[in-house]
């Protein structure tokens, strides 16, 4: 007698949310990716019970097409690498094809899109067990809403894992304010069970990036730090680094972006820790918004997918210039302007 049998495409596909889908955070982090992916300039977050209830992503991006649309749900369908070659290549955010599969399975799913060449708008629903989904002529403007709603409804042992409401609307804007300071040209709007949290506008120039700083981070952060802006040897550095005297318990106001895409990196958290040394009190955290620029070749942005990781080939080189570019924009604040630097 076989003992062994093939997993049926929704439990493989539940199986493998378990990776991808751990909470309504993860759900927007993916979806925003997506619109991000498909050069959206406009994305509108709706939340509904701290996500549980309902997620809803629209975004004015490229659209999906009538005949990829049901494609789009299926795992391992990625319209963003064809060949081992782009994999060595990607720059779009995702390119697994897994995420659409993933929370479809786990979720009652409705995508809505319409294509920039198309007079008409089409839409999937899908609920959990039922993958077989019926394409609808549909009205939408230009680009593509999903609407995630009920989330872990069919897995109840997932859904005894979520936090309350309040938790896991924390997650989402944490996953919205990383994305929003990585992407300045996007405008992003936010609302919680019908009241508006947030509106960011596209930020094109300094002032508007600093106002956009202001509102995701707080503007206690952007009044007390200083703008900094440094190139050498084919590296930048720009960002907003916070005074030693606005530190924190935790290390939770600390965003590090490398070519657009935010890190958490032992080799840039040492040389922040370094470049702070002196000015900060044992066991307070530093505060900072800081992106990085190099030529692509010389960083591997791909080690996980989510677990922010890089691999830098010339490690000593950017340790050095992080912690000499950060050690000046310290040196250079005087003690009054601690005190009297506002915006
Ligand atoms: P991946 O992002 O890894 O390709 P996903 O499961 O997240 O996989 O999405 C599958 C495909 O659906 C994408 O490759 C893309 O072609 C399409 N897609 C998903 N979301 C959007 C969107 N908001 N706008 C346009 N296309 C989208
Ligand atoms: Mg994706």
């Not at 495409?9 to 378990?18: E, S, V």
């Not at 992080?322 to 005190?339: C, G, T």
Request: aromatic fraction near 6%.
């Amino acid at each position: 007698m076989s003992h062994i049998h093939l997993l049926s495409p929704l439990l493989a596909n539940q199986i493998a949310a378990g990776e991808v889908v751990e909470r309504p955070a993860s759900v927007v982090k993916e979806l925003l990716e997506n619109s991000l992916d498909a050069a959206a300039k406009r994305i509108d977050i709706d939340v509904e019970q701290g996500g549980i209830k309902l997620l809803r992503i629209r975004d004015d991006g490229c659209g999906i097409s009538e005949k990829d649309l049901s494609l789009a749900l299926a795992r391992h369908a990625t319209s963003k690498i064809h060949n081992l070659e782009d994999l060595e290549h990607v720059c779009s955010l995702g390119f697994r094809g897994e995420a659409l599969a993933s929370i479809s399975s786990v979720s009652r799913l409705t995508l809505t899109s319409r294509t920039l060449n198309c007079e008409q708008a089409w839409q999937v629903s899908t609920e959990g067990q039922q993958m077989n989904c019926q394409i609808q002529p549909s009205a939408h403007p230009n680009g593509t809403t999903l609407e995630v709603r009920d989330l872990f409804f069919n897995t109840p042992a997932r859904r005894k894992f979520l936090k309350t409401e309040k938790t896991e609307f924390d997650h989402i804007q944490e996953v919205i304010r990383r994305l929003s300071l990585a992407h300045f040209e996007v405008a992003f709007h936010l609302t919680h069970n019908g009241k508006t949290i947030f509106t960011l506008h596209p930020a094109l120039d300094e002032i508007a990036r600093a106002r956009r700083v202001g509102i995701v981070c707080g503007s206690e952060f952007i009044n007390q730090s200083t703008p900094i802006s440094i190139e050498k040897e084919g590296l930048s550095l720009y960002g907003w680094v916070g005074f030693p005297t606005f530190s924190r318990s935790q290390a939770d106001l600390q965003y590090f972006y490398v070519n657009g895409r935010m890190v958490r990196d032992k080799l840039v958290a040492h040389a922040i820790r370094q470049a702070y040394r002196d000015v900060l009190y044992n066991g307070r955290h530093p505060t900072f918004v800081l992106f990085l620029q190099l030529n692509p070749a010389l960083v591997d942005v791909n080690v996980h997918p989510t677990k922010h990781e890089v691999r830098f080939r010339e490690a000593r080189l950017i340790h050095d210039f992080l912690y000499s570019s950060l050690h000046r924009a310290l040196a250079e604040v005087r003690p009054q302007d601690h005190l009297t630097h506002t915006i």
